[in-house]
């Protein structure tokens, strides 16, 4: 069975900065791309961020330049790394992972979600 554990949100002033975990426990043969979204009260889950298996990088334009996203395949743990955040930042953020199983199935996975808050 595998599960993503989240960790590293909380409230920070605007300006601030936060480093999000996402660390995949039980076996797995690979790990795919892996990924952050978020979603505001009220608002549709959003993409921030995906890495892939070859380190490529995609952002979107509101995270662009403040945030970096990267990877630790031995720790099966993906990172975010939030400089400059901005009040418009507050949001739930949830990791997903797409993982490829020794039967070769690959399903996409997701956190349960930390809560970023950043105050104005």
């Known amino acids: 069975q595998v ?3 989240e960790s590293g949100g909380g409230l920070v002033q605007a ?3 936060l480093r999000l975990s ?4 039980g076996i797995t043969f690979r790990i795919n791309v892996m990924g952050w979204y978020r979603q505001a009260p009220g608002q549709h889950r959003e993409l ?3 890495i892939t298996s070859g380190s490529s990088t995609n952002y979107s334009d509101s995270v662009k ?3 970096t996203i990267y990877r630790d395949n031995a720790k099966k743990t993906v990172y975010l790394q939030m400089n400059s955040l901005k009040a418009e930042d507050t949001a739930v953020y949830y990791c997903t992972m797409g993982i490829t199983s020794y039967s070769y199935t690959t399903n996409n996975y997701w956190g ?3 809560q970023v808050t950043v105050s104005s």
């Open 3 to 5: 599960q993503l554990v």
């Open 48 to 50: 921030v961020a995906t």
């Open 112 to 114: 349960q979600g930390t």
């Open 15 to 17: 300006g601030g900065s």
């Open 22 to 25: 996402c660390a995949a426990s």
């Open 65 to 67: 330049g403040r945030f």
